[in-house]
């Protein structure tokens, strides 16, 4: 049996408070990765080409209210 199929059966094995608590943690960490990953894409430019349409649709006043 795989590591991760062990998990999947300790998972399941959870009382419903410590579920929840796992599932927050997961979620948390989720969040952590992606917002590094949205830092480390700015720093370099990645995102660069966001801003550009961003200030073309107020310049050419094709913004939207949200």
């Given at each position: ?48 080409f ?17």
């Amino acid at each position: 049996m795989s590591k991760v199929e062990e998990i999947k059966q300790a998972i399941d094995t959870l009382p419903e408070e410590d579920y929840v608590l796992l599932r927050q943690w997961f979620s948390e960490k989720d969040w952590q990765k992606w917002d590094a990953q949205i830092a480390a894409d700015s720093g370099s430019g990645k995102l660069a080409f966001l801003m550009k349409e961003a200030l073309e649709a107020k310049a050419t006043n094709k913004l939207r209210d949200l």
